[in-house]
């Protein structure tokens, strides 16, 4: 809501028009007085934050077919019925129709006061909720649920629709922090398994010693404590996706029983003899290179390449700084519901400390920051943010500059050090790309 919420007010009596504008705007609200009922549907809209005071009796279209005309636009829109006490029946009827309430004159300012500020309150409310539920649903979309629109991201958003109705397992890697589960579930809810179990297991989370039942089950006596049989995770979702987080931490020994229900899409339940055939699609997750852990022992390679049929890497926010403010309003509005607590502005100092700030955790720690935000706490930025300059304190052109050598440094990170293609890229000519990078001291 404004400052000081619109009253629209239609009324062809001179002397109550004034003394009513009078009286509304000594309580605080903006209010556009109307002589009649023209005019007044040009300021009405679905997203108009105010409401409608209107004179049943009205030279021309009187205040029930204004009301109509209104209620066609949006429905929800309060509105607050002036009546002689003739009008009574008819304003009752119109209370039936959809109209707010009705005020019989004459009456007291302050009685109108009370109206309205009850149905600008309904009104917030109806808006707010309608801006929550527009949230949830592009929330609900991929885009609003991997944000950014950085190329790294609209390619790994085009990769995930390519792959969602695939069986194809899938290898994800990402630092700590850049979203993988996400992204599984991504996978999971833009396919034909959507309607199936998506189970996540975290390989890292459980002692080794009971994996293995999470992952295969078993029946009861299988073991020393076993007094009831347990389905697996595996068994468990059957027909949709299981997610492995931190593959690369699962026990060797397991890894070749994985390897074997992988191959054979088939569970063995710890105990049993029957086999259990399995409907599943993979995806796995790891923040560590599968591949030099295969040479080093650490990781089973046969594992390695069954599982890397198909690789997406997330790429850290480091690499994609340009998504940072539509990812961090993002989580603050996630903040905001969370804490029911409103968004504090942005500032461009603030903007730019964020867009400094080099993000170990990723969007892991965006999202905390974002809490801190709004919260009103500090976002614990940590030393990298002052190292890479207060900006707060930087005149203007120093400023520039320092922006300027954040975006020729990420595009030649990009572009994996190939100056030509930086180049192009930033639209800049190859002299002068070597000039900015002898300027910022840029390898």
């Known amino acids: 809501m404004t400052a000081m919420p619109s009253v629209l007010l239609a009324e062809d009596d001179e002397e109550v028009r004034f003394s009513l504008t009078q ?129 790294l991201m609209h390619r790994l958003r085009a990769d995930i629709m390519a792959l969602a109705d695939t069986d194809a397992d899938v290898l994800i890697e990402g630092e700590t922090g850049a979203g993988k589960e996400m992204v599984a579930r991504a996978l999971h809810e833009e396919g034909r398994r959507a309607s199936s179990p998506f189970v996540a297991l975290n390989c890292g989370g459980l002692p080794a010693e009971i994996i293995e039942s999470e992952l295969f089950g078993h029946v009861q006596g299988a073991f020393t404590g076993a007094s009831s049989k347990r389905v697996g995770k595996l068994e468990h979702g059957n027909g949709g996706t299981v997610f492995l987080d931190e593959i690369e931490t699962m026990p060797l020994e397991l890894q070749v029983k994985l390897l074997r229900v992988i191959e054979e899409r088939a569970v063995e339940p710890l105990g049993s003899n029957k086999s259990i055939p399995l409907d599943i699609r993979f995806v796995a997750a790891t923040k560590t290179d599968l591949e030099q852990a295969g040479k080093e022992g650490t990781f089973r390679a046969d594992l390695y390449y069954r599982l890397n049929v198909v690789t997406l890497r997330i790429p850290p926010l480091r690499e994609r700084k340009e998504d940072i403010p539509d990812l961090f309003n993002f989580l603050a509005r996630g903040a905001r519901s969370r804490y029911r607590k409103d968004i504090p502005d942005l500032t461009s100092s603030l903007l730019d400390r964020l867009m400094a700030y080099d993000w170990p955790g990723n969007v892991r720690e965006l999202r905390n920051a974002a809490d801190r935000f709004v919260l009103g706490l500090s976002m614990g930025l940590g030393d990298e943010a002052v190292s890479t300059g207060d900006m707060e304190a930087m005149a203007l052109p120093e400023r520039v500059g320092a922006y300027e050598k954040r975006l020729v440094a990420e595009e030649l990170r990009r572009q994996d050090g190939c100056r030509t293609k930086t180049a192009q890229a930033l639209g800049l000519g190859r002299k002068t790309l070597y000039d900015k990078m002898k300027k910022y001291d840029l390898d």
């Open 23 to 151: 009286g509304l705007e000594l309580a605080g609200y903006h209010v556009q007085a109307f002589d009649g009922a023209s005019g007044v549907l040009e300021h009405v809209a679905r997203h108009f934050e105010g409401i409608l005071i209107s004179d049943i009796r009205m030279g021309g279209m009187d205040g029930l077919a204004l009301m109509k005309e209104v209620q066609n636009i949006d429905d929800a829109l309060p509105v607050i019925l002036i009546t002689g006490h003739g009008d009574v029946p008819l304003a009752v009827e119109a209370m039936r129709a959809g109209a707010y309430d009705f005020i019989e004159k004459p009456f007291p300012v302050a009685k109108l006061v009370s109206v309205v500020e009850r149905a600008l309150e309904k009104r917030r409310l109806v808006l707010e909720n309608r801006a929550l539920r527009q949230e949830l649903a592009e929330e609900s979309t991929l885009e609003g649920r991997l944000v950014g629109r950085s190329p």
